[in-house]
């Protein structure tokens, strides 16, 4: 393939990576593919001579060639309330996330939307994305069954919550326990799909549906964890109202071996300088 090409030299293959990141750009380049899978990525001079003389190549000069793009937080069933209005964050839940969210209970709902998402991504370049969906498993089979029908890499998991959410949302730790053990077994490294262990955030996870975060992790450990920290100050003193024996947000999920290295935490605006250095 050649054309122009701009990527950041080392990302993902190179466990030497280090950074400051390094931008390459090749006014002309040439990409390499075998199996589906890139090889190498040389200047058009370095490359022609590797070129096999019946195959060619696709010529794509004119154009600018990138990797897909990474969107790292994405709540796909909140599609259809993009642009509702900005309330703070616990007022905006309550009124608007929720009830949309309880839609998903619907297969062929949750099926639409998964497709119409899914699809969005793609067409705006988005080819990997950590996603959140919601507490119904027919939310996550919906979207990991699109993604796996494209070949896309996706990354999502059940949203798990106990407390301080609508009746029609809420279930105890032990079916969201056995729910997201369940998914994981049947979606988790299923073609280029991976799970995301998901409590939504600390004000809706009890102790005991942490602990059973915990007991998943340990039994899953190459899966993935997503949750939510300090987005807005409100949820923060809640928080701190909730969790009187911590001195800090993150320290909830730290308490329960939340906090290695396949965990990610979504927003992370307010944060101090004992916050900051727990992820690193």
């Not at 696709?58 to 990797?67: E, Q």
């Not at 005991?208 to 039994?219: D, F, P, S």
């Amino acid at each position: 393939m050649r054309g122009a090409f701009f990527d950041i030299a080392g990302v993902g293959g190179d466990p030497g990576w280090r950074w400051p990141p390094r931008p390459r750009y090749l006014d002309d380049g040439l990409l390499f593919l075998q199996e589906g899978k890139i090889i190498a990525l040389l200047p058009w001079q370095e490359g022609e001579a590797f070129l096999h003389p019946l195959k060619g190549y696709v010529d794509l000069r004119g154009k600018l060639l990138l990797p897909g793009f990474v969107d790292a937080h994405v709540h796909y069933p909140q599609t259809e309330m993009i642009g509702a209005f900005g309330e703070q964050l616990l007022e905006w839940l309550t009124t608007y996330t929720f009830p949309v969210e309880s839609q998903f209970a619907d297969a062929e709902y949750a099926q639409e939307i998964a497709q119409f998402f899914v699809n969005q991504l793609i067409s705006h370049g988005t080819t990997t994305a950590l996603v959140f969906c919601t507490l119904h498993p027919a939310s996550v089979e919906a979207l990991f069954s699109e993604a796996l029908r494209l070949n896309m890499r996706l990354i999502a998991g059940k949203v798990m919550m106990d407390r301080h959410v609508p009746d029609y949302l809420c279930e105890t730790a032990g079916e969201s326990y056995e729910q997201t053990r369940a998914l994981i077994r049947r979606w988790h490294q299923r073609g280029r799909l991976g799970y995301a262990i998901t409590p939504r955030f600390a004000p809706t996870s009890p102790p005991a549906l942490l602990e059973a975060v915990q007991r998943l992790r340990a039994e899953f450990p190459d899966t993935w964890l997503q949750t939510h920290l300090s987005e807005n100050r409100e949820e923060i003193a809640w928080v701190k109202q909730l969790w009187p024996e911590h001195a800090r947000y993150l320290d909830v999920y730290h308490h329960y071996q939340l906090t290695g290295e396949r965990s990610v935490f979504a927003h992370g605006i307010h944060l101090d300088d004992a916050e900051w250095a727990v992820p690193a």
